[in-house]
């Protein structure tokens, strides 16, 4: 990883700039949930992770709170990421397909994963004032991963997200011809295209909302996208 990214990711790990997440991160970090009563919780904000180099960036949302909140590394160890390695691993950018905790030897190339926001929320519903303070964070990751190319977001926020980056930096659209939808995909003016997905939620993926053969199709574009195809 970049000395950029090292840094940031450092700066991310000892963030209190939010009391309702801290407060909510280690709350489930002390209860636990009954499967997972003989772990150390990780309870901290959940960095990013993957390959400088990458081409795709992932976006999705923010970690569960027994997923990513007890393994630290996004997500992994609950069914957003069940659901999510699998499709990396058979589209070529994640090493193994499962990811279980930090030291399981997963590694990620020309990919790297991230969130719109770092600390597990309550209910999965940051506030609009959380997000924002987390922003910095991925300007910061986007300029230093130079050679992205794909945005994928994973759900709306993430979506929103990646739009709000770029007003921030000035990049022209016109959000009116701009729509998340599953399978959409915009070329915006800084020459990055944003692809958009549902989120891998057990809520979508256990109602056949999103399907494994529809999530196989936004890895399978977002490879074309990124080598230029």
């Known amino acids: 990883m970049s000395g950029e990214l090292t840094v940031l990711n450092r700066e991310v790990i000892g963030c209190r700039k939010c009391p309702r997440l801290v407060a909510h991160r280690e709350t489930m970090g002390r209860e636990k949930r009954r499967a997972y009563l003989d772990q150390e919780y990780w309870a901290k904000p959940v960095p990013g992770f993957g390959d400088a180099a990458a ?3 992932i976006l999705g949302l923010a970690p569960g709170a027994h997923g990513s909140n007890r393994t630290g ?15 990396l691993h058979q589209a070529g950018f994640a090493s193994q397909p499962n990811a279980d905790g930090l030291l399981d030897g997963l590694t990620l190339t020309d990919a790297y994963i991230t969130a719109a926001v770092r600390c597990a929320p309550p209910d999965n ?18 300029a230093a991963l130079k050679n992205v190319n794909v945005v994928v977001a994973l759900g709306r926020i993430g979506f929103d997200a990646y739009l709000a980056y770029l007003k921030r930096h000035g990049v022209a659209f016109k959000k009116s011809e701009i729509a998340f939808g599953h399978l959409a995909e915009y070329r915006m003016a800084n020459g990055v295209t944003l692809l958009a997905s549902y989120h891998p939620s057990n809520q979508n993926t256990a109602t056949g909302r999103l399907t494994a053969a529809m999530f196989r199709k936004v890895f ?3 490879k074309k996208l990124a080598a230029g195809q």
């Open 220 to 222: 399978e574009r977002a």
């Open 55 to 57: 081409r795709v960036l």
């Open 125 to 142: 519903k940051p506030t609009v004032e959380e997000i924002a303070r987390c922003a910095p964070y991925l300007d910061r990751e986007l």
């Open 73 to 87: 590394r996004m997500f992994t160890g609950d069914q957003s990421g069940k659901f999510l390695y699998p499709i």
